[in-house]
């Protein structure tokens, strides 16, 4: 396969996460899985003064520890699949900081990116606002990893509408748009199969594709 850094993105409750494990299994690859455990989160989602700020930056910098050190280790030696882009934290940075907040925030951020590695193909998950909600209620708990509060409606909406905007002006990389209001990889291996065709099939550019039950 002509891609060997894997990078599956897309908002809240889309499914980037469990794709990105089955992908990695199908693929033989290893995983870079986000960690989501954050001290200044309960201050964040209280409005605490000053927590956005430091719930970002703390995200911003596992981040950055997880891809420079996989680099470092074995990222271009075997196929790697990761279930976040580096850049997708000015998302949530624009999103929830206040423009004092943002001037530091991007300074750190620009110092930062320099050294992490651009994935060689970004999958970009997308689904209608209401479908996020919905799969968001019905998801499992995973014992292993923090149980973040659920997102209401409104914001969920603006989230999704971020990622469109910042994806419909991605050109960093090659880029698969999937379409996954009837994409269940969970269940489906036909469906995966699909997706792994799609992806061994791209070039450069941006291309989009409608995933089919």
Same mark, same amino acid.
């Given at each position: 396969?002509?891609?060997?850094?894997?990078?599956?993105?897309?908002?809240?409750?889309v499914?980037?996460?469990?794709?990105?494990?089955?992908?990695?299994?199908?693929l033989?690859?290893?995983?870079?899985?986000?960690?989501?455990?954050?001290?200044?989160?309960?201050?964040?989602?209280?409005?605490?003064?000053?927590?956005a700020?430091?719930?970002?930056?703390?995200?911003?910098l596992?981040?950055?520890?997880?891809?420079?050190?996989?680099?470092?280790?074995?990222l271009?030696l075997?196929?790697?699949?990761?279930d976040?882009?580096?850049?997708?934290d000015?998302?949530f940075?624009?999103?929830?900081?206040?423009?004092?907040?943002?001037?530091?925030?991007?300074?750190?951020?620009?110092?930062?990116?320099?050294?992490?590695?651009p994935?060689?193909?970004v999958?970009?998950?997308?689904?209608?606002?209401?479908?996020?909600?919905?799969?968001?209620?019905?998801?499992? #708990?995973?014992?292993?990893? =923090?149980?973040? &509060?659920?997102? /209401?409606?409104?914001? $969920?909406? +603006? !989230?999704?509408?971020?990622?469109?905007?910042?994806?419909?002006?991605?050109?960093?990389?090659?880029?698969? #748009?999937?379409?996954?209001? =009837?994409?269940? &990889?969970?269940? /489906?291996?036909?469906? $995966?199969? +699909? !997706?792994?065709?799609?992806?061994?099939?791209?070039?450069k550019?941006?291309?989009?594709?409608?995933?089919?039950?």
């Amino acid at each position: 396969m002509a891609f060997h850094y894997l990078a599956i993105e897309g908002p809240t409750g889309v499914g980037k996460t469990r794709l990105a494990e089955r992908l990695a299994s199908r693929l033989e690859a290893t995983t870079i899985l986000e960690d989501t455990e954050n001290p200044f989160l309960a201050g964040f989602y209280a409005d605490r003064p000053g927590a956005a700020l430091q719930a970002q930056l703390f995200y911003l910098l596992n981040r950055h520890r997880q891809l420079t050190g996989k680099r470092q280790a074995d990222l271009f030696l075997q196929t790697v699949v990761c279930d976040y882009v580096f850049d997708k934290d000015k998302i949530f940075a624009y999103l929830n900081l206040d423009d004092n907040e943002l001037f530091i925030y991007q300074r750190l951020f620009d110092l930062l990116a320099k050294d992490v590695p651009p994935p060689d193909l970004v999958v970009y998950l997308q689904a209608p606002t209401d479908l996020l909600m919905k799969r968001l209620r019905e998801q499992p #708990v995973d014992p292993d990893r =923090e149980e973040l &509060p659920m997102p /209401d409606e409104d914001y $969920l909406r +603006e !989230l999704n509408e971020a990622y469109q905007h910042f994806f419909f002006h991605y050109s960093a990389t090659p880029l698969l #748009v999937v379409e996954t209001s =009837e994409f269940d &990889p969970e269940s /489906d291996d036909a469906a $995966l199969d +699909e !997706l792994v065709k799609q992806i061994k099939g791209m070039g450069k550019g941006t291309r989009y594709y409608v995933a089919r039950k």
